[in-house]
C-alpha cells in the first residue's frame, strides 16, 4: 500500500511515494525485568538497558525523525522494544542462555539502585562474578528465533 509524504523544508510541497505496509523483523529487541520491581524501577531500568543495545548495535536505530514544521528530532530504535518479566530465577536462566548464545545483551543488577554515576555503576557489576550477579533486567538483541528461546519463561510485560 503507497501514500505520500512531504519532503524536507527543501521539498516543500513535493511528494513523494510512501510504502505504508508493515514492516517484519528478524530481528528482536526484548527486555526483561525481575517482577517483584517497583513501578519507578521498571522504567529506570528499561532505559538503562536499552541504552546500551543503541549505542553497541547500531543497526537497531533508525532514521532522524522530522515534523512537518522541518523541526528535527533525535533517531530511536527502528523496531519495538518488547518488555518481559519474570522470576529472579527466571532472569538467571535467561542471562545463562543469552551468553551461551553470544547474544548482544545489557546487564542491570539490584546494587545499581545505589549508585548514582555511571562509573559507580561500573563497578558494582564488575565488583560481582557472573554466576552471583543479583540481576533485576537483561536487554537483548538477536535473531528472533534466539531472542525467543533465550527467554523461554518469561511472559509480556502487563
Not at 525485568?33 to 541504552?51: G, H, I, K, Y
Amino acid at each position: 500500500m503507497q501514500g505520500t509524504y512531504k519532503t524536507g523544508p527543501a521539498g516543500v510541497g513535493q511528494s513523494r511515494p510512501m510504502n505504508t505496509e508493515p514492516l517484519r523483523f528478524d530481528t528482536k529487541i526484548a527486555v526483561l525485568l525481575r517482577a517483584d520491581l517497583e513501578p519507578w524501577q521498571r522504567l529506570n531500568v528499561t532505559a538503562f538497558l536499552v541504552s546500551g543495545l543503541g549505542t553497541t548495535v547500531p543497526e537497531v536505530i533508525g532514521e532522524p525523525y522530522e515534523d512537518a514544521g522541518g523541526v528535527a528530532y533525535l533517531p530511536m530504535f527502528r523496531q519495538p522494544v518488547l518488555v518481559f518479566e519474570g522470576t529472579k530465577e527466571t532472569l538467571r536462566a535467561a542471562h545463562g542462555r543469552a551468553l551461551s548464545r553470544a547474544l548482544p545483551r545489557a546487564v542491570f543488577t539490584a546494587d545499581l539502585f545505589a549508585t548514582g554515576n555511571d562509573r559507580d555503576n561500573r563497578a558494582a557489576v564488575r565488583a560481582v562474578p557472573t554466576a552471583d550477579l543479583d540481576l533485576v533486567g537483561l536487554a537483548l538483541y538477536g535473531p528472533r528465533n534466539a531472542v525467543d528461546k533465550t527467554l523461554k519463561g518469561a511472559r509480556m510485560h502487563p
